[in-house]
């Protein structure tokens, strides 16, 4: 079998899997069918990205479903007779009766077998990681525990946030897929994971992504840096309004801050705000406070 003759369906709905898309179209490979969200389910997903059009450029059979795992879907991707199914940007677990029937591969933004779980890139930065990476890996009934085809390190420097960090996965799949190509064609079974090394982080909530003042100035810096753009967004509470954060600086002040409470607006320049934090201030650079608070206020 060459490139040209596997036959491949994409499983994915975001702007990785766009990339990814076009990326395995560059390589030859016969993409047989796309499984996706439609537009009306993707809430979810805050880097949601409509494949439709990508496919219908190309004349790639497009199938948008709210579960993989229904029999409809398991029926379509059967008849479709692919060789692999590669789900790069899915949330849901993949069935068993689905891993059966069909290989399948997988894509997660972390140096597997470490940090494996959710959100992999936001807990990165927010745990102010200096490096992580992107592992392809043969899907099993576990989470992200299977075999692992490849795998590239990238970096994470100070000035790093959401987006850099998203651009940097890209660039590590663009880089990567010519190599897992030519890896399914030959039907390479990939490395075993070391389990007892494994570590998973948690699901993150809304709550995770509130500013509390109390944290440093670099704990909050890097939570903000770690939800901006393309995900939701770090946000504070300013009375009863839920005000979104999207960029932070951090900054001294000359003057003695220790009977300052934590959260408490002490300064504005134009459209910055600079607030008490743990250790110092914390000024709010980019946010969508329509009007901005005046000093003596408390954010929370």
Known sequence: MGRRDLRVILVGCIRFTETCLVELLESGVDVVGVLTLSPEQAG????????GPLCDRHGIPIYRVENINDPEVVAWIKSSNPDV?????????ISAKILAAIPCVGSHPALLPQNRGRHPLIWARVLGLEETGLTFFRLGVGADDGPILCQARFSIDDSDDASTLYAKMEDSARRMIPDLVEKLVAKDPGEEQDHSRANSWRKRDKGDGQIDFRMSSRQIDLLVRALTHPYVGAHVVCGDREVKVWGTRMDTLPEDFRNLEHGKVVKTTGDEITVRSGDGFIVLTEHGFVEVPRVGTYLR
């Open 44 to 51: 979810f997903h805050a880097d949601y990205v409509d494949l």
């Open 85 to 93: 199914c590669l789900v790069f940007g899915w949330s849901q677990l």
